[in-house]
């Protein structure tokens, strides 16, 4: 069974994002062995500078490596990334698997996004789509299509 873990930066406070996301562990669980992890995100000021931002995305990356699992396949969730369509995402669940990695750790930034060093070091990026959403909102939307990954690669009607 494939390791998943979701490293989130920030932490859910709005119910309805946290009822969602418990919805889609409880749904994974027959599908991966799943991990969620929150992590704190940098306090800034109102209105912060680029410098600010950047000091804040380097040490949220530093956080991130720390929980990233050894040898997991790292995707980094970040506006450049690349769109997949959910049965392309599918697809790409079965090679990271049939390539060898027992382990997928999928990254979700701040409010800010992402340092460029948790890009550089994700054998994917993704992009869950050109628009703007909440990036609490990206944990259910990410949850939500590993799930109909799973869905597909094994036939079920789930994904229509």
């Known amino acids: 069974m ?3 873990t979701v490293i989130c930066v920030g932490k859910l406070k ?4 946290v009822a969602a996301v418990e919805e889609y562990k409880k749904r ?3 599908c991966c062995k799943l991990e969620l992890l929150e992590l704190a ?3 800034l000021p109102e209105t912060p500078s680029q410098a600010q931002i950047d000091a804040a995305l380097e040490k ?3 956080a991130v490596f720390a929980k990233v699992p050894k040898n ?3 995707v980094a969730l970040c506006i450049e990334g690349k769109l997949m369509s959910s049965e392309e995402l599918a697809q790409q669940l079965n090679s990271f698997a049939v390539g060898g990695a027992s382990s997928l750790c999928f990254v979700i930034g701040s409010s800010f996004g992402l340092h ?16 703007t959403f909440p990036h609490h909102l990206a944990r259910v939307m ?11 690669l094994e036939g079920s009607r789930y994904h229509k």
């Open 2 to 4: 494939l390791n998943i």
């Open 142 to 152: 990410v949850l939500e299509q590993i799930y109909r990954g799973f869905k597909i």
């Open 14 to 17: 709005e119910k309805f994002y």
């Open 116 to 131: 460029p060093s948790v890009k550089q070091a994700a054998k994917l990026k993704l992009s869950m789509s050109p628009m």
């Open 41 to 43: 995100e940098e306090r």
């Open 60 to 62: 949220e990356s530093r």
């Open 72 to 74: 997991a396949a790292l």
């Open 28 to 30: 994974l669980k027959g």
